[in-house]
């Protein structure tokens, strides 16, 4: 029976990502530049992402660098935005400001339903594209966090992606995501990353990954070098800010689930609980599952559950961890 369910989801995962990988290679919309690296700006980039649709770029035959001097906003209006890189384009946040941005709850990108919480669109596509020195730290909106990306609502896919060196706030509870923060996906769909990367990242929580009640599927992604900052935990200890959990994934709220298969975590460390993944479902209704991955050297300083090395857990039951997955101090 084991097996079977692995097969199943293993399946529904494959499928998810070929789709979005041929929503990605479909003919772009609208194209950032016109074949020179400097026709790629920081302008252009954001008024594509407002425009939406499918966007790609040809910024020359080398990869280029843009300097984002404005965060990129996703316009609840449109309800498909496909942002593929190629493989070759790196956004930087120059440690200044979060690169990507989108909230359906955020009447300044068009408030388009009475239930802004729990909509379908817009569905945001991220591909072949790097995100480094994003910085949210200071953003309030929903709580912060998100230094690269932060996504309330829709949904949200990221493929073949590499996160460096991004930041959110250093302190604080509830507050992170380094690299990602996501939050009400439409229908508790999760959150699905490809392929990606994840190195350096620095939160108060989860040092690439937070979110709160959401799902996630990770799938055959590397996450190393993260860490959780803050000190003082959730609920914050006395005479501290709170924070320190989840060195790579710090998940928290009710039902959810997390599904992390063919990935590795690697030398990420969390002040207080969970080195590589801190996951506590208030309710004791959340699902874990670790398939075919590698964890090791993932340093909880403060705590961690017993037999599970880099893994704070409370949910349902203890994760299901199934066979090829390493689990290592």
């Not at 040809?58 to 001097?69: A, Q, S, Y």
């Not at 937070?210 to 590397?222: A, C, D, K, Q, R």
């Not at 208030?282 to 037999?307: C, K, W």
Request: a positive charge; glycine letters at 16%.
């Amino acid at each position: 029976m084991r097996h079977r369910l692995a097969l199943s989801m293993a399946v529904v995962v494959a499928s998810s990502a070929v789709a979005a990988s041929a929503a990605s290679a479909a003919t772009p919309q609208r194209v950032v530049g016109d074949g020179t690296p400097a026709s790629c700006t920081s302008a252009a980039v954001v008024e594509a992402v407002a425009r939406g649709g499918r966007v790609g770029f040809d910024c020359g035959p080398d990869p280029v660098t843009i300097r984002m001097r404005a965060t990129a906003k996703v316009r609840n209006t449109n309800p498909l935005l496909v942002l593929d890189g190629g493989g070759k384009v790196t956004l930087d946040g120059m440690n200044r400001r979060r690169i990507l941005y989108q909230n359906t709850c955020d009447r300044r990108q068009v408030w388009t339903t009475s239930h802004c919480q729990n909509q379908a669109t817009p569905r945001l596509i991220v591909k072949g594209l790097a995100f480094t020195r994003g910085n949210s730290t200071g953003e309030r909106t929903d709580g912060g966090g998100g230094g690269a990306i932060f996504v309330r609502g829709g949904r949200l896919t990221v493929v073949d992606s590499r996160f460096a060196r991004n930041r959110c706030d250093p302190r604080g509870p509830d507050v992170g995501g380094a690299a990602i923060r996501a939050l009400s996906q439409f229908r508790n769909r999760p959150v699905l990353v490809v392929r990606s990367a994840f190195l350096g990242g620095r939160c108060s929580n989860g040092g690439a990954l937070s979110s709160i009640g959401v799902s996630w599927s990770v799938v055959n992604s590397t996450f190393r070098g993260n860490r959780a900052i803050g000190r003082g935990a959730n609920p914050a200890r006395a005479g501290t800010a709170g924070g320190g959990n989840g060195g790579a994934i710090a998940l928290d709220g009710n039902r959810y689930t997390l599904s992390v298969r063919g990935s590795r975590l690697e030398g990420n460390t969390a002040n207080e609980g969970g080195g590589a993944i801190f996951f506590v479902s208030n309710n004791r209704t959340g699902t874990a599952t670790l398939s075919g991955s590698t964890l090791r050297r993932n340093r909880s300083l403060g705590f961690e559950t017993r037999g599970l090395p880099g893994i704070f857990f409370l949910g349902a039951r203890p994760p299901r961890v199934m066979r090829g997955t390493t689990l290592a101090p």
